[in-house]
């Protein structure tokens, strides 16, 4: 089994800035490890995500050139830093981690392990 735990989340201005930190602990592996986010009503999507190695790296679309994911082996923990935040990135961040190839996979397929979420909220 792996935990994860987020922290970071909080409430910022549009235009500000956020760092997000995933802490994986247990039987913890080489695991590509994300980052997907759910607004109230709407879908879970798939915000970023990074191989254990680094090598293969994903963003969506609508954070691409603003947010940035980095995670340090040695501690077990990934990063979401989020800059030029707009209203619309309000949503609980969830930190997910699997065993996949890809970056991208984990988008696609989802999380083996999940966090428990943190709230991100932008004000306008």
């Known amino acids: 089994q792996v935990q994860l735990v987020e922290s970071g989340g909080g409430l910022v201005q549009a235009g500000g800035s956020l760092r997000l930190s995933c802490a994986a602990s247990g039987r913890t592996g080489t695991y590509t490890m994300g980052w997907f986010r759910q607004a109230p009503r709407k879908d879970r999507e798939s915000v970023a995500a990074?191989?254990?190695?680094?090598?293969?790296?994903y963003y969506s679309d609508s954070v691409k050139g603003r947010f940035a994911i980095s995670r340090d082996n040695a501690k077990n923990t990934v990063y979401l830093q989020m800059n030029s935040l707009k209203p619309e990135d309000t949503a609980v961040y969830y930190c997910?981690?699997?065993?996949?190839?890809?970056?991208?996979?984990?988008?696609?397929?989802?999380?083996?392990?999940w966090g428990q979420g943190t709230q991100v909220t932008v004000s306008s």
């Open positions: 990074i191989t254990w190695s680094a090598d293969s790296i």
């Open positions: 997910a981690a699997s065993r996949v190839t890809t970056a991208q996979d984990l988008g696609l397929i989802g999380g083996a392990y």
